[in-house]
C-alpha cells in the first residue's frame, strides 16, 4: 500500500552544508499492517510521519502510495489523496478547543464536502461506535485526556480513511487509558484498517505486528 | 458555511477584548466614512430638486472692464433675452422678497422670492396644492397672488385643507394664496451666491412678478437674475453664442448703457456648477481624509489580525491536518474578518447617524443645504459594500498566512509555532510605518486648517463685534410709500432705540459686513470724464443712517459722520472708505471732493465726500477689504434695513425693548434675523469653521487608531521577546538598556512612518491651499509640530508595554515561552 524508496528530508545550515533529518529511507507497508515506529529523541520519526500523511512536502525520494506517485503529485493533489486516504492522531489530542465534541467529528467531515445529512449520519454513528454520544455537547476542556484522544481517533476515521498514522498517541495518557487507545487500534486494525504509529513505549509497540527502528534519520 | 459563521461568532465571542477593540476601530472608520458619504450624497450625487436639473442654467451678467464679473440683470434686458433666445425651453426671472405677515400673535417675517409666470415651469416642481403662476398674474394689478411652502403651511395655517384661495395680508396689501409647494422644494437656494440677493433663509412665499412700465425703461437697476431651462439639444456653445449674439445688438442698440466693446456680457451658468462647484473641493478633501481614515483602521485591524492569527497557528494546523483546504482556511478567516467588519459597520452606521445629527444641529443654520443631508439607501449600500472590502482587505493578509502553515513544525509536542517568523514581523511593522505615515498626512491637514483658522479670528474685520445685536426691519411699500415716510421711520426709530436703557449706539443700513448680502453701483467722479477704455467706477455702495459707525465701531480716519441733518432736503452727502480713497485719490485729500450715482449725466447729482472710514472686511474675514462709499439712508432711501445696536453689556437682553420700540412707531412692523454681530462673524465661517472640526476630529481618530495599532504591534513584540529580555536582564542588562532596546525599535518604525508622512503630507497638503488663509500648505511650524506631537504619542504608546515588562520579575520572564 505504501512504498518508500531513498525518501531524505533535510535541512539548509548555510555554507551549502545541509541537516539530514531522515537518510535512505526504504520502507514498504502493506494494506492492514500495524508498524510501531520506534527510536530515540530526534531520530526522525516524526518527521517520517508528516511524509507519510503527506504534511511534509519538503523530501527528496519516491514515495507510492496505493500504486500513486506522491512523489509526482502537486501540493493540491496530495491534500486530496490525504483527504481521501490518511487520517492522522496526536500526541495533544489536537482538538479544536471552541468546537464541541460533535463539532470536532463533524469537521473534518464539512472539509470533504459531504453533505449535511450524511455528515449527521456518520457523526452519529461514530459517536455511538465510541460511546461518547453523551459527550457530544461537551467541549475539549470539559473532557478528560482519555476522552478527548478517544475523540481524536474517532474523528481520524470518521472519513474512513485506509491509513491512519498516530504520533504517540498515548504519549499523554496515564497507563490504564493508554491501553484503552492501544486497544481500540488493535481492534481497528483488525477490521482491516492499516495503521502507523510512533511510539517510545515497547509495550505499545507491541501492539503492531512489526517495528521499524530509526537511529539518527536511518533505519536500523 | 453557516458552521464557520457560528465559529466566528463563538471566538468574537470568547475574546471581548480583541472584539471590542476590533469593532471601535471599524466603526470610527466607517462612521466617518458613512458620514462624509452622506455629506457627498446629500451635496454633490444628489441632483438638485428639480426636473432635469442639468438643463437649467443660471445667467448673470458681466462688466468685466468694472471687474463685475457676476451681476443681476434689468427688467428691459430680460425682455430682450426672453424675446431673442431660442436655446430655451423656458425663461424665468427671479429675485428675492421679503413679506411681513400681518395677523396672529405678533406680525412675522417671511422670506421669499418674487418670480416670472414660467419660474415654476423652470424649475418642473408640481405644487401639492392649487396651482403656479399663470401668464395673467404677472401683470401690473394681478399678482396679488401667493404661492406658499408645505413648511410654512404647516407651521402658520395648520395644514389647512381650505388653504386654496385663503386670503392674507402681507406687506400692508391683500393676497390670494394659490398654491402650496411640496416640503421638498427650496428655491432659491443659498449657494447661488447672487451679488446684491439676500439668501440667508429658506424661502416660504413666492410671488409672481409684474414688472412697472418705469422698470422695464430702466437698464442700469439691475436686481434680478435669470434662471431658465435648455433646449433639449442646446448644446453650451451653441447657447453662449446666441447670448454673446443678444448682448451684441443690446450694445448696439443702447450705447449709452452699455459699452462698446464686448467687456459686457452674459454667461449661463449649468446650475449644478453653480450649487455644488464650491463644496466639491471640500467635500473630495474630505472624503480622502476618511479614506485615510479607513486605511489606518485596516493597517491596525491587519495587525491585530495577525497577532491573532500566530495565536491560532496551532488551530489552523490540525484544520489543515484535517482535511481543510487553502482557500477554505482563507474562507474561514475572511468570513471572520468580514462578520468583525459588519458588526463594525453597523455601529459605524449608527455613529455616523449620530454625527450626522450633531452635523446638522451645528451647522443648518449656516452651512448651505445641510438640513437635505440624510442617509439613504445608496450610503447604506455603499457603507455596507465598505464594510464588507474591509473585512476583506483586513483579513485577507493573515487570511493567507493562515492558508499556508508548516505542519510538522505547528504540530509537532512543543511546537513554537511560525509566529516569531521573520517574515510577519516585518509585515506587521510595515504597517506600523504606514499608519503613522497616514496619520501624519491627516494631522499635518488638520494642523494647517486650525492654524490657518487661528489666523483668521486675529483679522482685523473693521469693526467691533462685540455685544452688537442685529435685526432686519422690511418696511412694506404700500404702507411705506415715498421716501419721507421711509425718512421718518428710520429717523425715529434710531431716536427711540438709542435712548433705551443700556444701549450706547443704534443705527441702519441696508447691508450688514459678513451677512452674504451685498450691493454696489457705478459712480462719476466730478471733473473726470468717463467712456469706453476709463468707465464709470463701480464699487460697494451702502446705505446707512446717522449712527451706523458708532453702533459697528468703524473708526473714522477723518472728517465727520451723517448727522440727523443730512436729510432728503440737504445737499447730498457721502462718507467714503480709505481703500477708496486711496484708489481714486491717491495723492490729495478726498474730503470735499464729489461723486454722482445712478442718474444720467443731464440729472447729476453731486455728493460731497464729508468723512473717511476705515476699511471694513465685507464679505468675510477672509477677503482683502473692497473700496466701500456710504450714503445716508434718508437721502437713498430703502425699504429693506439692518438695525444695528451697540450696547454696554450683553445686549440679548434688550430685544423686547426694541421691539417695543419699534412697535410704537408702528404695530404691524415685524423684526427677523435677530442675532448678534458676533454671531454674524462666526456664521460668516461656518463652512471653514465645520470643515476643520470634521478634518481635526478625523485627525484625532487616526492619531488614536494609529498609537493603539503601535502599542498593539509593541506589546505583541515584546511578549514575543519576553524570554529573551529575561535572559538579557538575568545577565546583567539594566532596565533602561532594555527600554532603550525595545523603545529605540519603536522609534526606528516611527521615524520611517514619519519620513514617508512628510513626503506624503507635503503632496496632499497642496490641495489644501486653496482653503487655508496665510498659511502656506508646508508650513514648517505646522509640519515640525505634528510631526513632534505625533512621535511622542507613539513613542508612549510604544513605551507602556515595555515598562511593563521591564517592571516584572526577570525570573517570570525566564520561564515564559514565547
Same mark, same amino acid.
Given at each position: 500500500m505504501i512504498r518508500l524508496h531513498n525518501i531524505e528530508r533535510s535541512y539548509p545550515l548555510g555554507r551549502g552544508q545541509m541537516f539530514y533529518v531522515l537518510r535512505d529511507i526504504d520502507l514498504d507497508i502493506a494494506a492492514g499492517d500495524f508498524v510501531s515506529v520506534m527510536g530515540p529523541s530526534g531520530a526522525g520519526k516524526s518527521t517520517l510521519l508528516h511524509i507519510l500523511g503527506m504534511h511534509d512536502h519538503g523530501w527528496t525520494g519516491e514515495y507510492f502510495f496505493?500504486?500513486?506517485?506522491?512523489?509526482?503529485?502537486?501540493?493540491?493533489?496530495?491534500?486530496?489523496?490525504?483527504?481521501?486516504?490518511?487520517?492522522?492522531?496526536?500526541?495533544?489530542?489536537?482538538?479544536?478547543?471552541?468546537?464541541?465534541?460533535?463539532?470536532?467529528?463533524?469537521?473534518?467531515?464539512?472539509?470533504?464536502?459531504?453533505?449535511?445529512?450524511?455528515?449527521?449520519?456518520?457523526?452519529?454513528?461514530?459517536?455511538?461506535?465510541?460511546?461518547?454520544?453523551?459527550?457530544?455537547?461537551?467541549?475539549?476542556?470539559?473532557?478528560?485526556?482519555?476522552?478527548?484522544?478517544?475523540?481524536?481517533?474517532?474523528?481520524?476515521?470518521?472519513?474512513?480513511?485506509?491509513?491512519?498514522?498516530?504520533?504517540?498517541?498515548?504519549?499523554?495518557?496515564?497507563?490504564?487509558?493508554?491501553?484503552?487507545?492501544?486497544?481500540l487500534f488493535r481492534k481497528l486494525n483488525e477490521e482491516g484498517m492499516t495503521i502507523v504509529q510512533v511510539t517510545h513505549s515497547e509495550k505499545n509497540a507491541s501492539y503492531g505486528k512489526r517495528i521499524v527502528q530509526l537511529r539518527d534519520g536511518w533505519i536500523v | 458555511m453557516l458552521n464557520d459563521l457560528r465559529f466566528a461568532f463563538r471566538l468574537l465571542l470568547k475574546n471581548p477584548a480583541f472584539t471590542t477593540v476590533a469593532v471601535v476601530a471599524i466603526a470610527l472608520g466607517i462612521g466617518a466614512n458613512t458620514a462624509v458619504l452622506s455629506l457627498v450624497n446629500a451635496l454633490l450625487i444628489r441632483p438638485l430638486p428639480y426636473r432635469a436639473p442639468a438643463r437649467i442654467v443660471l445667467m448673470l451678467e458681466h462688466f468685466r472692464a468694472q471687474h463685475l464679473d457676476a451681476i443681476p440683470v434689468s427688467a428691459p434686458e430680460f425682455v430682450d433675452y426672453q424675446t431673442n433666445c431660442r436655446s430655451f425651453d423656458e425663461m424665468a426671472v427671479f429675485q428675492p422678497g421679503t413679506f411681513n405677515f400681518a395677523g396672529g400673535d405678533r406680525p412675522e417675517r417671511i422670506f421669499g422670492a418674487v418670480g416670472s409666470a414660467d419660474l415654476f415651469n423652470v424649475l418642473?416642481?408640481?405644487?401639492?396644492?392649487?396651482?403656479?403662476?399663470?401668464?395673467?398674474?404677472?401683470?401690473?394689478?394681478?399678482?396679488?397672488?401667493?404661492?406658499?411652502?408645505?413648511r410654512l403651511w404647516r407651521h402658520r395655517f395648520n395644514t389647512d385643507p381650505q388653504i386654496i384661495g385663503s386670503k392674507i395680508v402681507a406687506n400692508g396689501r391683500g393676497f390670494t394664496i394659490v398654491g402650496v409647494m411640496p416640503a421638498s422644494f427650496e428655491f432659491p437656494i443659498p449657494l447661488f451666491g447672487i451679488q446684491g440677493a439676500q439668501?440667508?433663509?429658506?424661502?416660504?412665499?413666492?410671488?409672481?412678478?409684474?414688472?412697472?412700465?418705469?422698470?422695464?425703461?430702466?437698464?442700469?437697476?439691475?436686481?434680478?437674475?435669470?434662471?431658465?431651462?435648455?433646449?433639449?439639444?442646446?448644446?453650451?456653445?451653441?447657447?453662449?453664442?446666441?447670448?454673446?449674439?443678444?448682448?451684441?445688438?443690446?450694445?448696439?442698440?443702447?450705447?449709452?448703457?452699455?459699452?462698446?466693446?464686448?467687456?459686457?456680457?452674459?454667461?449661463?451658468?449649468?446650475?449644478?456648477?453653480?450649487?455644488?462647484?464650491?463644496?466639491?473641493?471640500?467635500?473630495?478633501?474630505?472624503?480622502?481624509?476618511?479614506?485615510?481614515?479607513?486605511?489606518?483602521?485596516?493597517?491596525?485591524?491587519?495587525?491585530?489580525?495577525?497577532?491573532?492569527?500566530?495565536?491560532?497557528?496551532?488551530?489552523?494546523?490540525?484544520?489543515?491536518?484535517l482535511g481543510a483546504g487553502r482557500w477554505r482556511l482563507l474562507r474561514q478567516v475572511l468570513l471572520e474578518s468580514v462578520f468583525?467588519?459588519?458588526?463594525?459597520?453597523?455601529?459605524?452606521?449608527?455613529?455616523?447617524?449620530?454625527?450626522?445629527?450633531?452635523?446638522?444641529?451645528?451647522?443648518?443654520?449656516?452651512?448651505?443645504?445641510?438640513?437635505?443631508?440624510?442617509l439613504d439607501w445608496h450610503v447604506l449600500i455603499?457603507?455596507?459594500?465598505?464594510?464588507?472590502?474591509?473585512?476583506?482587505?483586513?483579513?485577507?493578509?493573515?487570511?493567507?498566512?493562515?492558508?499556508?502553515?508548516?505542519?510538522?513544525?505547528?504540530?509537532?509536542?512543543?511546537?513554537?509555532?511560525?509566529?516569531?517568523?521573520?517574515?510577519?514581523?516585518?509585515?506587521?511593522?510595515?504597517?506600523?510605518?504606514?499608519?503613522?505615515?497616514?496619520?501624519?498626512?491627516?494631522?499635518?491637514?488638520?494642523?494647517?486648517?486650525?492654524?490657518?483658522?487661528?489666523?483668521?479670528?486675529?483679522?482685523?474685520?473693521?469693526?467691533?463685534?462685540?455685544?452688537?445685536?442685529?435685526?432686519?426691519?422690511?418696511?412694506?411699500?404700500?404702507?411705506?410709500?415715498?421716501?419721507?415716510?421711509?425718512?421718518?421711520f428710520y429717523n425715529e426709530a434710531q431716536k427711540r432705540i438709542a435712548s433705551i436703557p443700556g444701549i450706547k449706539n443704534a443705527g441702519f443700513t441696508n447691508i450688514l459686513p459678513m451677512s452674504g448680502t451685498n450691493s454696489d453701483s457705478s459712480f462719476n467722479i466730478e471733473g473726470r470724464t468717463s467712456d469706453d477704455k476709463n468707465p464709470s467706477p463701480d464699487e460697494e455702495f451702502r446705505r446707512i443712517s446717522p449712527g451706523f459707525f458708532e453702533a459697528m465701531e468703524i473708526s473714522l480716519l477723518r472728517g465727520r459722520?451723517?448727522?440727523?441733518?443730512?436729510?432728503?432736503?440737504?445737499?447730498?452727502?457721502?462718507?467714503?472708505?480709505?481703500?477708496?480713497?486711496?484708489?481714486?485719490?491717491?495723492?490729495?485729500?478726498?474730503?470735499?471732493?464729489?461723486?454722482?450715482?445712478?442718474?444720467?449725466?443731464?440729472?447729476e447729482k453731486w455728493a460731497t465726500i464729508i468723512g473717511i472710514v476705515g476699511n471694513v472686511r465685507h464679505?468675510?474675514?477672509?477677503?482683502?477689504?473692497?473700496?466701500?462709499?456710504?450714503?445716508?439712508?434718508?437721502?437713498? +432711501?430703502?425699504?429693506?434695513?439692518?438695525?444695528?445696536?451697540?450696547?454696554?453689556?450683553?445686549?440679548?437682553?434688550?430685544?423686547?425693548?426694541?421691539?417695543?420700540?419699534?412697535?410704537?412707531?408702528?404695530?404691524?412692523? +415685524?423684526?427677523?434675523?435677530?442675532?448678534?454681530?458676533?454671531?454674524?462673524?462666526?456664521?460668516?465661517?461656518? +463652512?471653514?469653521?465645520?470643515?476643520?472640526?470634521?478634518?481635526?476630529?478625523?485627525a484625532a481618530i487616526a492619531l488614536s487608531l494609529a498609537s493603539i495599532g503601535i502599542y498593539g504591534v509593541m506589546s505583541f513584540l515584546v511578549v514575543q521577546r519576553t524570554h529573551e529580555l529575561g535572559v538579557r536582564m538575568a545577565l546583567g542588562a539594566q532596565r533602561r538598556d532594555i527600554l532603550r532596546l525595545v523603545v529605540g525599535h519603536a522609534a526606528k518604525l516611527i521615524l520611517a512612518g514619519t519620513i514617508i508622512g512628510l513626503v506624503f503630507a507635503f503632496a496632499f497638503t497642496r490641495l489644501l491651499a486653496a482653503m487655508l488663509y496665510h498659511v502656506s500648505p508646508h508650513d514648517l511650524t505646522t509640519f515640525g509640530l505634528v510631526t513632534v506631537v505625533l512621535g511622542a504619542i507613539a513613542l508612549i504608546a510604544s513605551y507602556i508595554p515595555t515598562s511593563r515588562v521591564i517592571r516584572a520579575d526577570p525570573m517570570l520572564a525566564l520561564a515564559h515561552i514565547a
Open positions: 496505493d500504486e500513486t506517485a506522491v512523489h509526482h503529485l502537486k501540493s493540491k493533489e496530495r491534500a486530496t489523496l490525504r483527504n481521501a486516504q490518511v487520517g492522522f492522531v496526536f500526541q495533544q489530542y489536537h482538538l479544536l478547543d471552541d468546537l464541541t465534541v460533535y463539532e470536532n467529528l463533524d469537521i473534518p467531515l464539512s472539509y470533504r464536502h459531504y453533505s449535511k445529512s450524511e455528515r449527521a449520519a456518520l457523526v452519529a454513528d461514530a459517536l455511538d461506535r465510541f460511546q461518547i454520544v453523551g459527550k457530544k455537547d461537551l467541549y475539549p476542556r470539559q473532557l478528560s485526556g482519555g476522552q478527548q484522544q478517544l475523540v481524536g481517533v474517532a474523528r481520524a476515521i470518521i472519513a474512513s480513511p485506509k491509513v491512519l498514522l498516530a504520533d504517540e498517541p498515548t504519549g499523554n495518557l496515564h497507563s490504564s487509558q493508554g491501553e484503552e487507545i492501544m486497544e | 418642473g416642481v408640481a405644487p401639492i396644492r392649487g396651482r403656479v403662476f399663470e401668464p395673467a398674474d404677472c401683470t401690473a394689478g394681478h399678482d396679488d397672488v401667493l404661492i406658499i411652502s408645505e439668501f440667508g433663509e429658506r424661502a416660504d412665499v413666492w410671488q409672481p412678478l409684474a414688472f412697472t412700465a418705469q422698470e422695464l425703461k430702466i437698464r442700469y437697476s439691475r436686481g434680478y437674475a435669470i434662471i431658465a431651462r435648455l433646449a433639449q439639444g442646446a448644446s453650451a456653445k451653441q447657447t453662449q453664442a446666441e447670448l454673446d449674439t443678444v448682448t451684441a445688438a443690446m450694445r448696439r442698440n443702447y450705447p449709452d448703457n452699455y459699452p462698446k466693446d464686448d467687456s459686457f456680457g452674459i454667461t449661463a451658468f449649468p446650475l449644478n456648477e453653480v450649487v455644488l462647484g464650491p463644496m466639491k473641493p471640500l467635500l473630495l478633501i474630505l472624503l480622502a481624509a476618511v479614506f485615510l481614515v479607513l486605511l489606518i483602521a485596516c493597517a491596525n485591524l491587519t495587525t491585530m489580525m495577525l497577532a491573532r492569527a500566530a495565536s491560532r497557528e496551532r488551530e489552523m494546523g490540525i484544520r489543515v491536518a468583525l467588519s459588519l458588526c463594525g459597520g453597523i455601529a459605524g452606521v449608527l455613529l455616523g447617524v449620530w454625527g450626522l445629527d450633531l452635523l446638522k444641529r451645528i451647522g443648518t443654520q449656516t452651512v448651505p443645504r445641510l438640513s437635505e443631508v440624510n455603499a457603507t455596507f459594500v465598505i464594510a464588507v472590502g474591509t473585512g476583506i482587505v483586513f483579513g485577507l493578509v493573515p487570511g493567507l498566512v493562515s492558508g499556508d502553515p508548516n505542519l510538522t513544525e505547528t504540530l509537532k509536542e512543543g511546537g513554537r509555532g511560525l509566529s516569531s517568523g521573520a517574515r510577519r514581523n516585518r509585515l506587521r511593522q510595515a504597517l506600523v510605518i504606514a499608519e503613522v505615515a497616514l496619520a501624519l498626512v491627516l494631522l499635518a491637514s488638520a494642523g494647517l486648517l486650525i492654524k490657518s483658522f487661528v489666523q483668521l479670528q486675529n483679522v482685523d474685520a473693521g469693526f467691533n463685534p462685540r455685544n452688537v445685536l442685529t435685526m432686519e426691519i422690511s418696511l412694506p411699500a404700500l404702507t411705506y410709500t415715498d421716501n419721507a415716510s421711509q425718512a421718518r459722520p451723517f448727522r440727523e441733518s443730512d436729510n432728503a432736503d440737504a445737499p447730498p452727502v457721502t462718507i467714503i472708505n480709505a481703500a477708496l480713497a486711496k484708489r481714486y485719490w491717491p495723492n490729495e485729500d478726498a474730503i470735499g471732493k464729489r461723486i454722482s450715482i445712478g442718474a444720467s449725466a443731464a440729472k464679505r468675510g474675514l477672509d477677503y482683502d477689504p473692497l473700496p466701500e462709499y456710504y450714503m445716508p439712508i434718508t437721502q437713498t +432711501p430703502n425699504n429693506q434695513a439692518v438695525l444695528v445696536v451697540r450696547s454696554s453689556q450683553e445686549a440679548g437682553g434688550l430685544i423686547s425693548a426694541i421691539r417695543t420700540a419699534l412697535h410704537e412707531i408702528d404695530p404691524a412692523q +415685524p423684526i427677523a434675523h435677530v442675532r448678534t454681530l458676533e454671531q454674524v462673524v462666526a456664521d460668516s465661517v461656518a +463652512p471653514r469653521r465645520l470643515s476643520i472640526w470634521l478634518l481635526g476630529l478625523f
